[in-house]
């Protein structure tokens, strides 16, 4: 038997709790806490919409938009921006047409990846060198029944096609870059090669057409109401045109929605239910379910891994979809990217004045070909940390070193250490390549770690992650 997502919310707090209580299937309150859980991603992706537009760009669905520079601190549209990859912007409407994707020729042992995603932070489908992919046009079809890569029976002059299962979709390409101007120049033509056409289809359109200036309506904002509002106002609105790709869902998922106030594109909270306590619970329930231990492995030294099947593709954990929504919106699936989180989900590291961070390796972490691992700090707004050096993050293409002075990204052995300290309280030269400048006074920091390729002993337990220690600042 089929089990309802309210049901699913009021197990994961019955479990969590001393005493379960029972928890009624025909609750508006728990349908209301489902809806916001369930739609808050559609938030999300009016988030990456709304800075476009407010600098002015003239954002419109089907064209491909390039970044021309690495991200630097105040970037916008991106959650916990990576620092070293550069990043191109595809909304994708295929509520009339189909779209033919050209893939340019990167040069071999340069990462990139092309992400199919859904609007709700789904990654279910990825063009890149780790897949190895071949250059070439692909066709990007509506399928509302399946979805995937499809390189067997392909129309003539496509070298795939891509089935995708949703009206709406976002891409959140990135193309690795050292970040010196001549890196960054070549990047910016190798972007000019992702090229985005529509495509003619037969038969009547499977939704309206993505208007992205939506995002920029009172009604969709928390300009002048709570985001709590505008969450739900932005769900009602556009979840009829993204019903789940888990089919068997559909029923389901749509009969919760409606229980929770959502009819006809618009959100009427029912009577005598609380907002407020609603994403109270949803926050709750996406605790519950994210320690789980089959859910997210405890890895050593604080740290942990979410298993593969909760990441990236989320399926029907709805929970963890909106638990991932929250903080690192667009994930990639771990066969793509790894991303170890260090407390809980990325917690706070409070730094004080004069101390500082120091991460101890025992080894390099161990990446496939064409694929990179780098360490980035962020402030208390989830911003790269603004520093004179123009140093965001540490890895494994910047010049990081053994203690002896060989370079780590030879393919070295051993123990180095990473030092995370007050920008202006500089080092000893010995090191300069293993710092990474962190805002004066203290405060609050958070990391995280990516691995763009991890080969299976860096996710099945095998590697032994940094440790930390907080230590009084190094002064030269």
């Known amino acids: ?22 928890c009624p299937e025909d609750s508006a309150q728990e349908a209301l806490s489902f809806a916001y859980m369930y739609g808050f991603p559609l ?25 021309s520079e690495p991200n630097e601190p105040g970037a916008v549209g991106v ?17 009339s047409n189909d779209l033919k994707v050209t893939v340019p020729e990167v040069p071999e042992g340069r990462y990139w990846v092309f992400p199919f995603c859904t ?21 990007v079809k509506y399928n509302s029944k399946s979805y995937g890569l499809q390189t067997k029976d392909v129309p003539e002059g496509y070298v795939g096609v891509i089935n995708f299962p949703m ?63 505008a969450v739900m106002n932005t769900a009602a609105a556009l979840t009829p045109y993204l019903p789940p790709y ?27 239910t609380d907002l407020a306590k609603a994403v109270g619970m949803a926050n709750k329930t996406a605790l519950a379910f994210a320690e789980r231990p089959e859910v997210s492995k405890d890895v050593g030294n604080d740290w942990s891994l979410i298993a593969e099947e909760y990441i990236g593709s989320f399926d029907s954990n709805y929970e963890m979809r909106y638990q991932i929504g ?41 990446i496939k070909e064409g694929g990179f691992w780098s360490l980035t700090a962020y402030g208390p707004y989830q911003d790269l940390i603004p520093n004179e050096q123009e140093k965001y993050m540490v890895g494994d293409r910047s010049n990081l070193t053994f203690p ?12 180095f250490q990473v030092l995370l300290q007050d920008q202006n309280i500089k080092p000893p030269s010995n090191w300069t390549n293993n710092w990474l400048p962190l805002n004066s006074g203290g405060g609050n920091i958070s990391v995280t770690m990516r691995w763009y390729g991890a080969e299976e002993e860096m996710i099945d337990g095998t590697y032994v992650h940094p440790k930390m220690t907080l230590i009084d600042a190094i002064e030269g």
């Open 1 to 22: 038997m089929k089990v309802s997502p309210i049901a699913v919310v009021c197990t994961l707090l019955g479990v969590s709790s001393a005493t379960p209580t029972p």
């Open 43 to 67: 938030y999300a992706f009016g988030d990456i919409a709304r800075p476009l537009l407010a600098k002015g760009l003239p954002l419109r669905p089907n064209i491909n938009i390039p970044s």
């Open 79 to 95: 959650v916990r921006p990576n620092a070293d990859t550069m990043y191109s912007i595809l909304f994708m409407d295929l509520s």
């Open 119 to 139: 609007p709700y932070g789904d990654n279910l489908i990825n063009l890149g060198n780790l897949d190895a992919s071949k250059p070439g046009d692909y066709l």
């Open 167 to 229: 009206a709406y979709g976002l891409v959140n390409a990135r193309i690795v870059t050292d970040r010196t101007d001549e890196d960054v120049a070549i990047v910016a033509e190798l972007q000019k090669g992702f090229r985005v056409r529509p495509v003619r289809r037969s038969g009547k359109p499977v939704a309206p057409a993505l208007n992205l200036t939506m995002f920029t309506e009172p009604e969709y904002t928390d300009e002048n109401q709570s985001q709590y509002q």
């Open 246 to 272: 888990i089919v068997s869902d559909r029923k389901s998922v749509a009969k919760d929605l409606k229980k929770a106030g959502f009819k006809n594109g618009k959100f009427l909270q029912p009577a005598g």
């Open 326 to 366: 929250l903080t690192a919106y667009l994930a990639l699936k771990q066969s793509e990217c790894a991303y170890p989180a260090f407390g809980y989900f990325d917690a706070n590291i409070p730094v004080g004045e004069g101390q500082s961070v120091l991460w101890t390796f025992t080894a390099p972490p161990k």
């Open 404 to 415: 002896d002075g060989s370079p780590v990204e030879t393919g070295g052995e051993g123990v």
